[in-house]
């Protein structure tokens, strides 16, 4: 079934610290037009600049993904797009008055919890969802960093984190759909090693940080009392109160999850892939990922999205058909010249593949642009119609004695011509479930690959009178 786009009902807003600029921010989540998909609007620079979240605009991935758009940059983007993304939110503006997106509790679980409090709006344009057509693998072999991305029905992670340390360890962390992320994941805070925080105090980061934004973990027992004060005063958190107790959680920090680091990081791997700039269809397998790794394999999933759309979709022709003429004509009233499918390839439970033959011998063409002849549209659409009805039909018992009448065609789109030579494949799908007899169903009528025309249909299956 097709999913409608969807935005905000009303705009929401936040405000808080960024943690690496240290600069109080505040952001603003606007509803958006359909297609707009993600951008960030800097409101404190002169015109304020719009940069789109786009995977090709990331310029640092140290610590939190940074895009730049002539000059004008945002910060650390990845929990705000991973909220935005897990609530399937596809079209926002988000507008802040500073450099950084602000860290708030380390998670997304603020910004999904206004988003869930205003609500959402379903659009009239329909999500567009991006389906791999074969297994795509990537690694840095050096770095140790390995993604694979095979085809799936859902969005589902599969997340694996190994810091060869003795408080984290390796740990694991999956989410099976996108519907699992506001409960599952969406609170998992942001991490740091105790040992990591001098380097990236004295590399101008985590200006922001503080135990309230971010778990930090401490894998050796030996840390003195004057170290921890060096740290804090490093920080610029002189007043700061540490207590730590040999190997594991700085203050005791209560872990909302026993793996919730591994499951932070697949939060990142949500919203650093919220760049490729479409939901996506797949089950992707992270190893020991980080922004570098997220953004990197995001850009060969963008890529991927241009190789497919290039080469169009693939049907097999070649197999044996599920229904051949003679089997359609058994359940379709039907006739030379107006029989307008030559084959069933497969029917599942909510989609049907059928295929209609264009040759120079369709009598249409001794007076449709006979000079030129176009296969016409109109005809196009009997033939997905009748593609329907089989479908319709084969819901039922006995389809023989059953007729398909449609009552309403809509979103009908033609995209090119249809000549003698070609083979239309009619592709459709049940927009919602069939109810007293009632079909609603949209499709695509593919040429070589390509979508040639679109629309969407209402049929009723009727049975015949005795």
């Known amino acids: 079934m097709t999913e409608k786009q969807r935005t905000l009902i009303d705009s929401i807003s936040l405000q808080g610290i960024g943690l690496h600029t240290g600069e109080n921010v505040t952001i603003e989540i606007c509803p958006a037009p359909e297609n707009h998909g993600y951008k960030f609007q800097r409101i404190d620079l002169p015109e304020q600049p719009i940069i789109k979240a786009d995977v090709d605009l990331v310029v640092s991935t140290e610590r939190g993904t940074t895009l730049e758009f002539k000059g004008a940059k945002v910060h650390t983007t990845e929990h705000v797009l991973a909220a935005l993304y897990g609530c399937q939110v596809d079209n926002a503006l988000i507008k802040i008055n500073g450099p950084e997106i602000p860290i708030l509790d380390g998670s997304s679980k603020p910004y999904v919890d206004a988003i869930e409090k205003v609500g959402y709006i379903d659009q009239e344009a329909d999500r567009e969802y991006f389906e791999l057509s074969e297994n795509i693998p990537w690694e840095d072999a050096e ?157 060969v999933l963008k890529e991927q999205i ?62 449709h642009f006979p000079g030129n002849p176009v296969f016409p549209g109109v005809l196009q659409i009997e033939a997905m119609a009748q593609v329907g009805g089989i479908f319709a039909l084969s819901k039922v018992e006995d389809p023989h004695l059953y007729s398909t009448y449609f009552m309403k065609i809509d979103n009908v789109k033609f995209k090119q011509k249809v000549l003698p030579g070609d083979t239309l494949v009619f592709e459709l799908k049940l927009l919602s479930p069939i109810r007293r007899g009632l079909v609603e169903m949209g499709g695509q009528a593919y040429v070589n690959g390509k979508v040639v025309m679109e629309a969407e249909m209402l049929a009723q299956v009727i049975k015949d009178k005795a």
């Open 306 to 367: 241009k190789k497919q759309q290039n080469a169009g979709k693939h049907f097999d022709l070649t197999k044996e058909p599920l229904y051949n003429i003679n089997d359609i004509e058994r359940m379709l009233p039907h006739r030379f010249p107006f029989l307008m499918v030559d084959k069933i390839m497969e029917i599942q439970e909510e989609s049907i593949i059928g295929v209609k033959n264009i040759t120079m011998n369709e009598p249409i063409f001794t007076g």
């Open 143 to 299: 770095k140790g960093l390995e993604f694979l991305a095979i085809p799936d029905v859902n969005y589902r992670l599969t997340v694996m984190v190994d810091y060869k340390s003795p408080v984290l360890g390796t740990q694991h962390a999956s989410m099976y759909n996108v519907g699992e992320f506001k409960t599952e994941i969406a609170a998992c805070r942001t991490f740091v090693f105790l040992r990591e925080l001098e380097y990236l105090a004295t590399n101008n980061l985590i200006k922001g940080g503080d135990l309230d934004n971010a778990i930090v973990l401490v894998d050796k027992a030996d840390i003195s009392k004057e170290e921890l004060n060096r740290l804090a005063k490093l920080l610029g958190k002189e007043n700061l109160q540490i207590s730590i107790e040999g190997i594991g959680v700085l203050n005791s920090t209560k872990l909302q999850f026993e793996n919730e680091p591994a499951r932070h990081k697949l939060l990142d791997i949500v919203g650093d892939l919220a760049l490729v700039g479409k939901p996506i269809k797949a089950h992707i397998l992270a190893a020991r990922p980080g922004h570098a790794g997220n953004v990197q394999f995001a850009k």
